[in-house]
């Protein structure tokens, strides 16, 4: 996952995606052709400004890209670090309009939590200890292992 600015993409009008971006403080990333937008904002911010921030995305970002495929892998990430309701959040989560979006709260570091969606599950599990049956019997029932020993 990168921080990408718009200059890395190419659009039909630059100065439109780089306006949009700015006025609202959009932050970029990119992983494996995958965008991904964050908008960062009081959870009261985001419950008022979602929907416009969604259309803004749609017409000044994603009908302006150039590369289609990238346009339709388009991810818009609101977060805030205090707790967004959660009413607010599954509005957010199944509007269909312009791209997937996900809903965030107690976010005190973007990136992290950016990251953190990206890699969700997939880190390594812990290995199982093994252990035999005879090691089981002789911690847990000593008095057995006793008899097995005779």
Not at 8 to 30: G, P, R, T, W, Y
Not at 125 to 130: I, P
């Amino acid at each position: 996952m990168n921080s990408i600015n718009c200059e890395d993409l190419q659009f039909d009008d630059m100065s439109s995606a780089v306006k949009f971006v700015s006025e609202n403080e959009i932050k970029i990333f990119s992983d494996e052709g995958d965008l991904i937008l964050c908008y960062m904002d009081s959870s009261e911010g985001i419950k008022k400004n979602w929907n416009d921030i969604t259309t803004k995305t749609a017409l000044d970002f994603q009908s302006n890209l150039v590369d289609q495929v990238t346009s339709r892998n388009l991810l818009l990430v609101f977060c805030s670090n205090e707790e967004i309701d959660i009413d607010t959040k599954k509005e957010i989560q199944s509007d269909t309009y312009c791209c997937r979006k996900i809903a965030r709260s107690n976010v005190e570091n973007l990136e992290s939590s950016i990251k953190e969606l990206i890699f969700y599950g997939t880190e390594k599990e812990e290995e199982v200890n093994k252990s035999s049956l005879k090691e089981i019997i002789e911690k847990k029932h000593p008095e057995v292992f006793q008899l097995m020993a005779m």
